[in-house]
């Protein structure tokens, strides 16, 4: 039998019914997103990307690139909650902390209360590289550190150093600013698909001496997966070690949320978790990820007088841009 008029409308009427779910179903093509692709936060993020971007240009290696990123912050002495100039703790001691994760082969280095030494990330990649552990701490890092050659120095400035006696003879709590400490957080992906993140802080101002926050934590203060993405902490450090957050967030990605409902995902968990943060203008928390596609996301619990933001570089010509994350809470 041959197809008849009435088998051409009937197929016709079935197509026509079809194709809005038909055009639905058509997978998303995906976009191209240029690589190398560098992340990090807050505003010297930016300068962290240009440095990444010029290492990637010459020919580095990932975690050069994030290294000599990580490294131009740390050395910056206008920079005063990372490396050289970090915020003391309440014995006035510098204590820094660092981790450094390579997608490759689910290798991580940390060092953690590192004094005397300005670029801690340095150390975590070297831990990473030279020693079958993860996490170095106290006075066991800076032994490692000596070994390796790294350079003991006073990473106190005079001028923060007076401004912590200053608050220690008025009050120690006026130290403690809601916006003074930060980390410095970067995630990489370079042009073969391989993630790497790396973060550095002298953490909490006025914490006790051995205090670890997250940064030297891995899956709390930074976490990478190549297979899915890589997420970072800054704020709080007990909030994101207490809810693994960074691992939360490359697992929320692996379930197949775009990293910024993943960041909201699991700041939302830590609201519910700790309810207590929605009144204390102090607690704060922000992360940041990107997904072995390239794409970025963020998210941030509070507003707080430092906007945070970070900076995204796609490939290694075009200057960095700044995004400003909206806060979760209004206050
Ligand atoms: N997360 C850091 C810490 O708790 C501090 C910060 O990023 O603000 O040590």
């Excluded at 916006?179 to 993140?197: E, F, S």
């Excluded at 909490?204 to 930074?222: E, F, V």
């Excluded at 691992?247 to 197949?256: L, T, W």
């Amino acid at each position: 039998m041959g197809y008849r008029r009435r088998d051409f409308l009937r197929d016709a009427t079935v197509a026509a019914a079809l194709l809005p779910r038909l055009a639905r179903a058509q997978p998303k093509q995906p976009v191209k997103l240029e690589l190398p692709a560098v992340i990090a936060t807050w505003d010297y993020g930016v300068e962290l990307c240009v440095a990444a971007q010029k290492s990637f240009a010459a020919g580095g290696d990932l975690l050069d690139a994030l290294e000599k990123g990580v490294n131009v912050v740390e050395d910056d002495p206008a920079v005063h909650s990372v490396g050289y100039n970090g915020l003391p703790n309440e014995d006035g001691v510098v204590q820094l902390d660092a981790s450094i994760m390579d997608g490759r082969g689910h290798r991580a280095g940390a060092v953690g209360a590192i004094e005397r030494i300005k670029n801690p990330i340095s150390v975590a990649r070297k831990v990473m590289e030279k020693t079958t552990h993860v996490l170095i701490v106290g006075a066991g890092a800076n032994a490692f550190a000596k070994k390796l050659g790294f350079k003991e120095q006073e990473l106190l400035s005079k001028e923060v150093r007076a401004e912590w006696e200053a608050s220690r003879k008025a009050n120690k709590e006026s130290f403690w600013r809601d916006d003074k400490h930060d980390t410095v957080c970067a995630i990489a992906l370079d042009a073969k698909g391989n993630l790497a993140t790396a973060v550095s802080t002298s953490g909490l101002p006025n914490k006790l001496s051995g205090r670890l926050g997250d940064s030297p934590i891995i899956g709390a203060g930074s976490y990478c997966d190549n297979d899915v993405g890589g997420a970072a902490a800054t704020g709080i450090g007990e909030l994101a070690i207490k809810n693994a957050a960074s691992f939360a967030i490359v697992e929320r990605m692996r379930a197949g949320l775009d990293p910024t409902r993943a960041c909201q995902e699991i700041l939302d968990r830590v609201v519910k978790k700790h309810p207590e943060v929605k009144t204390d203008p102090r607690a704060q928390l922000a992360f940041i990820a990107m997904a072995k596609s390239g794409v970025v996301g963020a998210a941030v619990l509070r507003p707080q007088k430092k906007l945070f933001r970070y900076a995204l570089a796609r490939g290694t010509s075009a200057a960095p841009a700044l995004v400003e994350v909206k806060p979760l809470i209004s206050a």
